[in-house]
């Protein structure tokens, strides 16, 4: 089949969540202007760039955490894993203004070093950003869709050591959860490593960070 998505798909459900698949959960802490916490998870999130270190999320309407990082310039991403997974869902909850999504969900926070907001106790990692770039998102006629696009450079970087095998980040052992389309969600279970054809035994000149 073929569908242009402006004149609709004909299906039951969107196919477009389920194709660009799967993809990162930003779980996000932030802190609203009168310094109150806010933790919510959101599907459009990805990392963007290595040097430096740059993430990015879209926010379909401008939600909590996404005024909250524009507005304090900081959020933090945690990382979802199989055992904090309900407790992530339980932080997507539509709380009023202000509500605790931490204390809802019964989550610790623990304090980041170099932004204000906290982050996931439990969560394996965590990264402390600040961002440098915000907009509202346009379409192809120049019009608003009510969707912003935040960028945050990663400033700070939490490890629980626990997760480090042979100096690696072992997203096998954090059971680490990515979000797929419709209600669905992928766990890491299963890996496998390849060379790029310019590698030479090992990592190419300059790649020691894929």
């Known amino acids: 089949m073929f569908y242009e998505p402006r004149q609709g798909h004909g299906l039951p459900h969107d196919p477009l969540k389920a194709i660009v698949a799967p993809r990162p959960i930003g779980w996000l802490s932030t802190l609203d202007a009168q310094g109150r916490p806010n933790l919510a998870p959101y599907s459009f999130f990805n990392m963007i760039q290595t040097h430096p270190p740059l993430v ?9 955490s996404a005024a909250n990082a524009i507005a304090t310039g900081e959020f933090v991403m945690n990382l979802v894993t199989r055992p904090l997974f309900e407790a992530m869902n339980a932080s997507a909850a539509a709380l ?4 605790n999504e931490f204390e809802a969900a019964g ?8 932004v204000r907001a906290p982050r996931v106790a439990a969560s394996p990692a965590s990264l402390e950003c600040r961002v440098v770039f915000s907009t509202a998102l346009h379409d192809l006629e120049g019009r608003e869709t009510g969707g912003v696009l ?12 626990a997760y480090l095998t042979d100096g690696r ?24 490593s390849a060379l790029r054809p310019t590698d030479k ?6 790649q020691r960070d894929l």
Not at 56 to 64: L, P, R, T, W
Not at 150 to 161: E, L, N, P, T
């Open 56 to 64: 990015a999320f879209g926010s379909d309407g401008m939600k909590h």
């Open 96 to 99: 009023a203004e202000g509500e």
């Open 107 to 114: 989550l610790d926070t623990a304090p980041c070093r170099l």
């Open 150 to 161: 935040v960028v945050g450079q990663v400033v700070g970087v939490h490890i629980d050591a």
């Open 169 to 192: 980040f072992d997203a096998l052992k954090a059971e680490t959860v990515a979000r797929c389309g419709y209600r669905d969600y992928a766990q890491v279970v299963e890996m496998f």
């Open 201 to 206: 035994g090992g990592y190419a000149p300059g």
